[in-house]
């Protein structure tokens, strides 16, 4: 096996003639499936990330989306399906011939290893000369922006500072792509919102091939290009922030994206031959464009986010029935948020600052109004 | 990463508090007492060191100066004959030699042997990692005569090791290994072996697998891992196994009694004939003085090295 990387030509595998559709696809999973024991961690898991592309890999803990990256950096093996790094099959190749970069949960820093060391050990793994190295360092050390620490040691560094050396150690090695394991969840929630930020505009930067792995809505949406949802071992759906977040394609999606009302519902049949979907709270609306495998007399589960949802004091299309009631409204700062009650279910309506608390307040009674394609209904299985 | 051992940190006692001393001043006895209360829990331990260790180890330093004499046994003086004639004379001068190249060859020895087996027990023993513990920590428990018994059958000129390789036909005479220093460091390095592989179990064992990952992932191989990785991290362990072993091979007074040879003299057998065949006490106290400050220094050099050129250990 010749040394990795893009320092040495790569190998051009006969097979490499198979991925016609790419030369920019960086990353290739075609039906990659993996056991543990008896449990299933990954189910045929197809993907492709395209060169300078940062995927965000999104799902609750336990959903096989680190399994997938470890797959991806050789840790893990596959038991089915292929791994494809810029155009050349890895699935026999070791992690160490690889060239992925990794930024690991804990940051995995050296702690006997200065942070010079730590950022230069993959340099001298790959025989590099002397003067290569030194300035490899010292670019990433002002990339990264610590600048004086560099003859640390990881133990009299602060979390933010370990973590601009985990990513600085992996980006030194030029990796073909650089894949981040839960790489923010370590920090505390101000550090971590900048670091989200910093870090989307330095991977655009260097236009670096990404795949990340979090549990965190925001930090998906706010580092990656595209976003992979995962459940169970499977990847549910793969879209652009905005396709996730207005067309969730399943109930998990929408659940998964956040505080959404849920009201269940029946599908019924109007007299003009429309299907409407009537709520068990008396709410009732045309069954909302793009929404599929809703026949007549279906059980549905309907979803609105809290920030769609308008309150008014008269009746409205949607809820001309008993009104409902406002039980709390709690101000938020930059909005507020009502709760309502009807019938048996409990209703939040969030409304931007503007908005107000004005005209609304505990104890009155209100209407219910919301745009239709801002309603998701799927089958209630 | 950084969290310190429980000894570094003792848990703060309110009542020990000395501002609450102070404040509480006032009301004088039961202050004090209250002061005073922490304390209590060493006494039983300094009730059995003070008489029968730090005493023992006054009066040997004192008897260390002393006068041997044909007639009185010792006579009270101050004088550093002793130690010159230790520090002189070439038979007291090979009991040292003798003994520190022993020790530093077991303790070595020892490093080589238990490495391997701790490497195996932390990361891949699975089943078996229970009995190989088990199997480390036996020596402990089971007698050293005993063990030096089984030995002798193993190691003596009929023995087992002699009498296969004879009669395979590698040799034609027996080899001598009882009763000679191969013997006795065969004895000695099973002997101080729990106490090189546990502390290396314990610093294999503290490092995070995550960081042999992230070695492969930034392109090294298996031995650019071991030797930049794996090895550095267990250097807490090998310099406290390394110390451990060293100190108890340099006192160590069966082995080389029960398995060695009067031709090779080691120290803590010599003391001992110095003190009961020669009847020379004061000499026999400078030996024993020289040997423990060899320790002490052994121990000082290896930890300030290791502090001087391992700094990050300290937080691990």
Known sequence: MSLPSRFATPDQPDEAESLTAGNDVDLRLVGVSKFFGAVHALKDCTIDVRRNEILALLGPSGCGKSTLLNIVAGFLDPDAGDV???????????????????????????????????????????????????????????????????????????????????????????????????????????????????????????????????????????????????????????GQPEDIYLKPQSKFVVEFMGSANRLSGTVEQTGEGEGVVRTRCGFVFPIPPGSSGLSTGRSVLAYVRAEDLMLSHEPTAVHAGAPARIVLVTFLGAKSRFVIELSDDQILVERSGGDGPAGFSEGDNVYVSFPLERCHVVPDD | MTERSPAAAPAPDPDAD???????????????????????????????????????????????????????????????????????????????????????????????????????????????????????????????????????????????????????????????????????????????????????????????????????????????????VIVPLSLPGIVVGFQLVFAGVLSDYVLPNLMGTTRFRMLAPAIYDEAIGNVSWASAASMAVIMIVIVVAVLLITNLAFRRYAPWARTL
């Open chain 2, 18 to 228: 000395p501002a609450a001393g102070q404040v509480a001043g006032g009301r004088g006895k039961a202050a004090q007492a209250r002061r005073l209360h922490p304390w209590l829990w060493l006494l039983p331990a300094l009730a059995l060191l003070i008489p029968f260790f730090v005493m023992p180890l006054g009066i040997l330093a004192r008897n260390s100066v002393y006068r041997d004499d044909p007639t009185a046994l010792m006579v009270p003086d101050f004088t550093i004959d002793n130690y010159v004639r230790m520090l002189t004379d070439p038979y007291y001068l090979d009991v040292f030699t003798n003994s520190l190249w022993i020790a530093f060859l077991v303790g070595i020895i020892a490093l080589f042997v238990s490495y391997p087996f701790a490497y195996y027990v932390v990361r891949w023993a699975r089943r078996s990692r229970k009995l190989l513990i088990w199997a480390i920590y036996m020596p402990l428990i089971v007698s050293v005569i005993v063990r030096v018994f089984g030995w002798i059958v193993i190691t003596a000129d009929s023995g087992l090791i002699n009498n296969l390789l004879v009669g395979v036909g590698f040799i034609d005479r027996p080899l001598q290994i009882l009763y000679a220093v191969s013997g006795m460091m065969i004895g000695l390095t099973h002997r101080y072996l729990p106490l090189m592989v546990l502390p290396l179990v314990n610093a294999i064992a503290k490092i995070d697998p995550a960081l042999l990952t992230a070695s492969a992932g930034l392109g090294a191989g298996r031995f650019r891992t071991f030797a930049l």
């Open chain 1, 84 to 238: 494809w790094l810029r155009g050349r099959h890895v699935n026999d190749v070791p992690p160490n011939h690889r060239n992925t970069g990794m930024v690991f949960q804990h940051y995995a820093l050296f702690p006997h290893m200065t942070v010079r060391q730590n950022i230069s050990y993959g340099l001298h793994a790959r025989k590099l000369g002397a003067e290569v190295i030194d300035q490899r360092v010292k670019e990433m050390v002002s990339l990264l922006k610590f600048e004086g620490l560099e003859e640390r040691y990881p133990a009299a560094l602060s979390g933010g500072q370990k973590q601009r050396v985990a990513v600085a150690r992996a980006l030194a090695i030029r990796p073909d792509v650089l894949l981040l394991d839960e790489a923010l969840s370590a920090l505390d929630k101000n550090l971590r919102e900048e670091m989200q930020i910093e870090l989307s505009l330095l991977l655009r930067r260097l236009g670096i091939t990404t795949i990340l792995v979090t549990h965190d809505q925001q930090e998906a949406f706010t580092l990656g290009d595209r976003i992979a949802l995962m459940e169970h071992g499977r990847i549910i759906q793969v």
